[in-house]
């Protein structure tokens, strides 16, 4: 069975819909758009690097079930880490 991320991947694959580099990303589940940087990265360091589906803070919080705080949290870790997906 497909976790998730392969799921939502292969469903955005099949049906046409894709965010490209050039494209400003939005939230796949409210719109919010454009994402921050730290949206996007967060996304990608948590979900999957090569991700097509993008959350906003909030709603990667309810998704994961973690408050905005511990992402935020997460996020400033991360840069101070120096992951490259931050910069």
Do not use: W
């Not at 719109?31 to 690097?49: A, C, H, Q, R, Y």
């Amino acid at each position: 069975m497909l976790n998730m991320p392969e799921r939502t991947y292969l469903h955005l694959k099949y049906t046409g819909l894709n965010q490209n580099k050039m494209e400003t990303k939005k939230c796949y589940v409210c719109g919010k758009t454009p994402l921050s940087k730290d949206e996007v990265g967060l996304t990608k360091k948590i979900i999957d690097k090569k991700t097509v589906v993008f959350y906003c803070l909030p709603c990667l919080a309810e998704y994961l079930e973690v408050t905005e705080e511990e992402l935020s949290a997460k996020i400033e870790e991360f840069k101070s880490e120096g992951c490259k997906l931050f910069e």
